[in-house]
């Protein structure tokens, strides 16, 4: 009988943020020398049609700099990422505000905000150098798809669209929130509705914004500013969804006049506006993290509210904890895909996710209510936090993703 598969070792549905660094972080930590091949199935033609790159930015925390720092690819980051020089919090209307500072923790920024289309070049950059090494691969189905997917006991096939069936010992689904894995494998997921939306685009100030994030509570919602390169500020204007359509018709100028009057005047008057994009902000989680030879990371395992800016950073820990796990397992000469490899990985993810998810949706709960009590409750925790430093270091920890722990991924060669 004529074997009609691709082999792999691995296989991932997803080449986003999350796919890629999984596929470059095993391939460099495990080297040349070791045997390892992926399959990267990516429903996009090319990076730039990539919903996972479009023109959006996010946070990087410290803690994930410093994963980076041992994937090896820090260096390359630092030339496209704007660090975080400070961080005010603030409640409009209200007297309660504060500020986190990187030197009240001895480092030199509190994150990084990196625009998505810049990081998916990068990775796929980082990618394309691995293509002349052909003991140690990476290999990409696109614009593909899965279409069926068979658990076998020692093995996982996938059917692609285009007709190709891939088998592998593990299969990662690392395709966002509507997962097309956690569908084709019966996985229920919950979803929490706010009734809120975003409106996110790009927009420059009179005064600059010298690496300053600002995370202003409304009351619709938060409304988030983060320093960007070339003196521009990525907007995350949350709101009641009933409203979004009217603020998305406004002209121009009446945009930036509704803008102004939400966030203040702290950076002088708003001058621009690059376009608008909205989309609802619902909070997605798995309702489990491994399947038989199959594991779930990033945002296909949860998919975060924008209100701390902790989406990536989580599923970036996804990654380096499967990474880790992935890794040990070929190093003794063990199945990747067995049961005690997943488990593993469910087990140090488990904590953290509840964690992350929980502070995301209490503090969507605490700064979008207008009732009297939470509002004077919010704001004398506000100003408490300002004034008494150890009160804001368990807030500045989570968002510098201190409150987890990570595995070293120190590269053994």
Not at 158 to 185: F, H, N, P, W, Y
Not at 263 to 286: D, K, M
Not at 355 to 361: E, G, I, K, P, R
Request: proline content about 4%.
């Amino acid at each position: 009988m004529v074997d009609n598969k691709q082999h792999f070792d691995l296989i991932i549905n997803g080449g986003g943020m999350a796919g890629a660094t999984l596929a470059w972080g095993l391939s460099y930590l495990l080297g040349p020398d070791q045997p390892f091949k992926i399959a990267i199935i990516e429903a996009s033609a090319n990076d730039d049609s990539h919903p996972g790159f479009d023109a959006r930015v996010i946070a990087l925390s410290y803690g994930s700099r410093q994963i980076l720092e041992q994937l090896g690819l820090w260096t390359a980051y630092q030339k496209i990422v704007t660090p975080i020089a400070d961080i005010e919090v603030s409640d409009r209307s209200h007297f309660g505000q504060t500020n986190l500072n990187p030197a009240d923790y001895q480092l030199p920024a509190l994150g990084y905000v990196v625009e998505l289309a810049q990081s998916g070049q990068l990775l796929h950059q980082k990618i394309a150098e691995t293509s002349t090494n052909e003991n140690n691969s990476i290999s990409w189905f696109r614009p593909n798809s899965i279409v069926a997917i068979e658990q076998q006991q020692s093995q996982v096939n996938v059917t692609l669209q285009g007709g190709e069936i891939l088998s592998a010992k593990l299969l990662v689904a690392a395709d966002g929130g509507g997962s097309t894995v956690r569908r084709l494998l019966n996985i229920s997921s919950e979803q929490s509705q706010f009734n809120q939306s975003a409106i996110i685009a790009n927009v420059t100030t009179s005064q600059p914004h010298l690496g300053k994030a600002y995370e202003r509570f409304t009351d619709e919602g938060p409304l988030a500013l983060l320093p960007m390169s070339q003196g521009r500020m990525s907007l995350v204007w949350s709101m009641a969804s009933e409203r979004v359509a009217s603020v998305m018709a406004l002209s121009e100028p009446d945009f930036l006049a509704a803008l102004q009057q939400a966030f203040g005047y702290r950076l002088g008057t708003i001058e621009q506006a690059g376009q608008r994009v909205s989309y609802p902000l619902v909070v997605t989680l798995s309702c489990q993290l491994v399947h038989h030879r199959t594991a779930i990371i990033g945002n296909a395992a949860q998919a975060l509210h924008p209100i701390a800016g902790q989406g990536f950073n989580l599923g970036l820990r996804d990654v380096a904890q499967l990474i880790s796990d992935i890794r040990q397992a070929v190093l003794n000469q063990q199945d990747i895909g067995q049961f005690g490899v997943l488990d593993n990985y469910r087990q140090a993810r488990e904590q953290d996710r509840d964690h992350s998810v929980l502070a995301t949706s209490g503090l969507v709960s605490i700064f979008s209510n207008n009732h009297c009590s939470l509002v004077m409750g919010r704001n004398v925790a506000l100003q408490l936090t300002r004034c008494v430093p150890a009160l804001k270091r368990p807030v500045a920890y989570q968002m510098l993703g201190w409150r987890a722990t990570t595995p070293d991924l120190a590269p053994s060669r």
